[in-house]
């Protein structure tokens, strides 16, 4: 069974940067494509950077500059690369997988993790 496992998260000064890890347990080249979104109280899950099979990424607007979404296929990990913080930043952060199929589409969630940001 697919598992996600994010790890990264703390607490970080705003202006700071922190990297986030997402290690599945099987090829990451099986999926179509894979994320992170993030969710804050109050607020909607939203989409922070997704990087498709091809290796094509984008970003949200709000993070556009500051985070970066890569991959590691041999290490079946995927990697979201965070600098200058902001508190509006706090939110769990999830990783997400996606497999587009006819079918038997599927999405995959990991338990996400927590990033604060203080200012």
């Known amino acids: 069974q697919v598992q996600l496992v994010e790890s990264g998260g703390g607490l970080v000064q705003a202006g700071g940067s922190l990297r986030l890890s997402c290690a599945a347990s099987g090829s990451i080249l099986d999926f179509d494509s894979m994320g992170w979104y993030r969710q804050a109280p109050g607020k909607q899950r939203e989409l922070v950077g997704l990087i498709t099979g091809g290796g094509v990424t984008n970003y949200a607007d709000s993070v556009k500059g500051r985070f970066t979404i890569s991959r590691d296929n041999a290490k079946n990990t995927l990697y979201l690369q965070m600098n200058s913080l902001k508190p509006d930043d706090t939110a769990v952060y999830l990783c997400?997988?996606?497999?587009?199929?006819?079918?038997?589409?599927?999405?995959?969630w990991g338990q996400g993790t927590q990033v604060t940001v203080s200012s």
């Open positions: 997400n997988a996606l497999q587009f199929r006819r079918l038997t589409s599927r999405t995959y």
